[in-house]
């Protein structure tokens, strides 16, 4: 079975970093894209971040640029996301998705079950 | 960016009823769109990519249509579980951006 297991949420101030991880079972990891996607309470999705296979390519929304780093390691099946200088529009639950297929598509399946992150003072 | 506009915001329908979901891009994604459905407290899920596939998993009774700039989610007949908020997504053109959402209630 395919899992997505998010961790590393939690409360942080202003101006603060928080590292993201996400762990991958039930399926080659190394063969497959992975993104980001976060979600404000109450709001809609928002694509934040994606990672090529080998890591060599980035993607990053531009409310993110600068600020998040994604990464992976293939050799432990886990995907990440580096978040500093955090601000209250970052609040949101932070969701790890796969593409669809190994061939690279940019649609997402399946997603993680979330991380919530609050930025608050 | 590109833009992607869904109507209704909501919709209220029954229980074996039709639902159309309409999803607008503000220039082309040729067929490159995907619809999700996020039930209440749930992770969203893929139904129909390349926007008139259906998932692995989907029902039958949903089915995508559209190209270019307007595309159709089709819901036959609303089934107690297809309550939810539908979201459409392109990725034709970096960055990948997703629609407002239209969600499903129960009438």
């Known amino acids: 079975e395919v899992q997505l297991v998010e961790s590393g949420g939690g409360l942080v101030q202003p101006g603060g970093s928080l590292r993201l991880s996400c762990a991958a079972s039930g399926f080659t990891f190394s063969t497959y894209v992975m993104s980001w996607v976060r979600q404000a309470p109450g709001k809609g999705l928002e694509w934040v971040s994606t990672i090529s296979i080998s890591g060599g390519n980035t993607y990053y929304a531009d409310s993110v640029k600068g600020r998040f780093t994604i990464s992976r390691d293939n050799s432990k099946n886990t995907l990440y996301l580096q978040m500093n200088s955090l601000g209250a529009e970052d609040t949101a639950l932070y969701y790890c998705?796969?593409?669809?297929?190994?061939?690279?598509?940019?649609?997402?399946?399946?997603w993680g079950q979330g991380t919530l992150v609050t930025v608050s003072s | 960016e590109i833009v992607l506009t869904q109507s209704p915001a909501s919709l209220s329908l029954s229980p074996g009823e039709r639902a159309t979901l309409s999803c607008r891009a503000s220039q082309s994604v040729r067929s490159y769109l995907a619809w999700y459905q996020q039930r209440p407290g749930q992770a969203p899920r893929l139904l129909v990519y390349d926007a008139s596939n259906r998932a692995t998993g989907t029902p039958a009774r949903f089915s995508g249509s559209g190209s270019g700039t307007d595309f159709t989610l089709t819901i036959s007949s609303l089934e107690p579980e297809d309550f939810a908020v539908y979201y459409c997504?392109?990725?034709?053109?970096?960055?990948?951006?997703f629609g407002g959402g239209t969600k499903v209630e129960i009438k």
């Open positions: 997504q392109q990725r034709s053109i970096w960055p990948l951006t």
């Open positions: 998705a796969r593409d669809r297929i190994t061939v690279t598509t940019y649609f997402f399946d399946p």
